[in-house]
């Protein structure tokens, strides 16, 4: 099901910024699939090619073209720290994920982006915003935390070749602004 509103091109998160990935910055991908980090705590895959990086940036732009993902390199004034993103699911609620470089951590930024993302589709007439983490993933589980979202429920997703119990996290309307920092 598609997203309810076409994603912005730029969010403006305080002093963090969301834009739009575009084909340039496959490297960003390609870096995040060499982080270990990334690797364990996200469904990321590992170890991307130029090929591959290229070839996600690409269908990164045509599923936002078919409202079904917006992805965003996550910055820091002329620093870019990762990415962010917000996706379509089949049940209609969107769906948040996050990916940090080792010197972008610790900054707040995930938190800003989980917040303005959720943020953004709250008020564009979404009832409720998800996201998933890995159990066990504290700094994750903080991250969504702050950012206003509660656990609802634990199920199994595949990462790679293994079934790993994921928390699933829910922002609503209902919930009301989320914290601030």
Do not use: C
């Given at each position: ?10 969010l ?8 739009i990935?575009?084909p ?7 870096a995040?699939?060499?982080d270990?980090?990334v690797i364990?705590?996200t ?17 990164a732009a ?5 409202s ?6 996550l ?10 993103g917000?996706?379509s699911?089949?049940d ?10 080792p ?13 303005g993302l959720?943020d ?15 159990y066990g993933?504290?700094?994750?589980e903080?991250?969504?935390?702050r ?5 609802v ?13 994921m928390l699933?996290?829910?922002?609503s ?9």
């Amino acid at each position: 099901m598609p997203l309810l509103a076409p994603t912005p091109d730029t969010l403006q998160l305080g002093r963090f910024t969301l834009r739009i990935l575009t084909p340039a910055d496959w490297r960003l991908e390609q870096a995040l699939s060499r982080d270990d980090d990334v690797i364990r705590w996200t469904l990321f895959p590992p170890d991307l090619s130029d090929d591959r990086a290229r070839y996600r940036m690409h269908r990164a732009a045509e599923a936002r073209g078919e409202s079904l993902l917006a992805r965003y390199s996550l910055w820091e004034g002329e620093e870019v720290l990762g990415t962010a993103g917000i996706s379509s699911t089949a049940d209609g609620t969107p769906e948040l994920m996050y990916a940090l470089l080792p010197f972008g951590r610790g900054r707040g930024a995930a938190t800003a982006a989980s917040r303005g993302l959720s943020d953004w589709a709250l008020a564009n007439g979404v009832p409720e915003v998800a996201l998933r983490t890995i159990y066990g993933n504290s700094l994750s589980e903080a991250v969504a935390r702050r950012a206003g979202f509660h656990p609802v429920r634990t199920e199994q997703q595949r990462q790679r070749d293994a079934l790993v119990k994921m928390l699933y996290w829910v922002r609503s309307a209902s919930d009301g602004p989320a914290p601030l920092p």
